[in-house]
């Protein structure tokens, strides 16, 4: 059996989820450059070279960042062509580019409209991997499919963990011992959504004998 258009699809994502990651990482040592060499509150302060560094790397960033999410969608929309499951994930990112516009031209709703961002965030992630693991049991993979159950149920719980913070703020020791959990799910959470990207893009490779054959066709 094969699927010619959800190989493509899940390998445009897992590309731009690599791509989000690097940016992200960009992220921090543009944050680490800035503060360390000027320390906090004196970023006024840098030389005109790391005042450069700053920019060039804040551009290459947001470059990143939007050719990430261009990848995504497209990848998303080759997917759904083969699994109709991945549409659900299409959907989910279009009603978050439109919340986050209403969060942009509207700042009093950004209270509202910022968890249900995180909401569309979290129902786009699930719905790729059960797009996958729906690939999965009609390929009769076994592995990537208990692989994609497995991060769903991990990226749910912390998603359902980052909503326990609002019941517990005024518990210091509470609020501490629930971020540190929730950290620690979420970096599990997005390892295991990258391991089942990586997996579900040599599962759908097979189909065609190897992944350099289905490049080259």
């Known amino acids: ?3 010619p258009n959800a190989y493509k699809g899940v390998k445009k994502i ?5 791509m989000m990651l690097f940016a992200t990482v960009l992220s921090l040592i543009i944050i680490f450059v800035g503060y360390s060499s000027a320390g906090y509150g004196a970023l006024l302060a840098l030389t005109n070279t790391q005042a450069g560094t700053i920019v060039a790397l804040t551009m290459v960033m947001g470059i990143l960042y939007i050719a990430a999410f261009i990848i995504l969608l497209v990848g998303i929309i080759n ?3 083969d699994e109709i499951t991945f549409k659900k994930a299409l959907y989910g990112i279009l009603i978050g580019i439109v919340l986050s516009t209403i969060a942009v031209l509207f700042n009093k ?5 910022s968890p249900l961002i995180d909401l569309c965030k979290l ?10 693991c729906s690939l999965a049991v009609k390929m009769e993979d076994n592995e990537v499919k208990a692989l994609a159950e497995k991060a769903c149920m991990i990226v749910c719980i912390a998603h359902a963990v980052s909503y326990l913070l609002e019941l517990f703020k ?14 620690i799910l979420d970096i599990a959470g997005y390892c295991y959504f990258l391991k089942v990207l990586f ?3 040599a599962m759908l ?10 490049e080259s066709a």
């Open 1 to 3: 059996m094969r699927f």
């Open 14 to 18: 897992y590309q731009a989820e690599l």
């Open 79 to 81: 997917a759904k062509n």
């Open 109 to 113: 709703v950004q209270a509202v409209v």
């Open 123 to 132: 129902f786009t992630t699930y719905y790729i991997l059960r797009g996958i």
């Open 170 to 183: 005024g518990n210091t020791i509470i609020l501490v011992v629930i971020s540190i959990i929730g950290g």
């Open 199 to 201: 997996k579900g893009r």
């Open 205 to 214: 490779s097979r189909c065609f004998g190897t992944e350099n054959n289905m």
